[in-house]
Structure formats: C-alpha cells, structure tokens
C-alpha cells in the first residue's frame, strides 16, 4: 500500500498530538509482507480494546475526540484507510474498526495505546 509522504505525515502529527509514543523498543512493527494478520494481533489489539473502552465499539471518550473501542483520536481515524466512509470511529461497525485498529497496528506497532499501556502490555 503506498502512501503519501502528506498522509504519513499527518497520521504521525496525529497520533503525537494525542498519545504517548514508546520508543522503538517492543513496538511490533510491521509493513508490507511482513503485516500481522488479524490472528496474529488479534491478542494484543484484544487486551488494548479492553483495557481502552471495556470493548465498547460506541465509546466517547469525555476529554478528548477518542472514540470507538480502540479510543481513536479523530484525527487518527481519518488518516486510516479502513476507515472510509465513517467521520468517527464510534459511529463504524466492529469489523471496520478492528480493521483499521490492524492498520494503525501494522503501521505503528503499539505505540499509539502507549498512555494504556500498563493495562494492557504483559
């Protein structure tokens, strides 16, 4: 998947801009054929949406724009490709969240769930 150096761009302003990154260090990234596949996160985008939104695919979050089970801030959730046709993550149906949870995954490993991340990391 190619994406412009303007996309990348605003996907990290806004993951930055909301959220705590981790070092390199235990990130988990992945890109082109070395993605994870949904079986493959699924325990860890598993532990993250429970510990973020106790898998409530219709969370608000009270301070923030972070919607959704994954707690996606807006402007994340719109620089997503999985997330087409939807202007906040809590008004998309699980399975496309949980895909655009995979493609922030793969994308940027764990660092986006750093702030909650005592929660969930084992």
């Known amino acids: 998947m190619f994406h412009s150096s303007r996309n990348l761009r605003q996907r990290a302003a806004g993951v930055a801009g909301g959220l705590a990154l981790l070092g390199t260090a235990g990130m988990g990234l992945a890109s082109g054929a070395n993605a994870a596949t949904w079986s493959q996160a699924k325990p860890t985008l598993d532990a993250i949406k429970f510990c973020e939104s106790s ?3 219709q969370a ?5 724009t972070a919607s959704g089970a994954y707690q996606f801030l807006d402007t994340t959730w719109q620089s997503l490709d999985a997330s087409a046709g939807y202007s906040r993550a809590k008004f998309a149906p699980a399975s496309v969240q949980d895909a655009a949870a995979l493609e922030l995954y793969n994308e940027m490993g764990t660092s986006p769930w750093a702030a909650s991340s005592s929660c969930w990391a084992k």
């Open 55 to 57: 898998n409530n695919y």
């Open 60 to 64: 608000q979050n009270p301070t923030s």
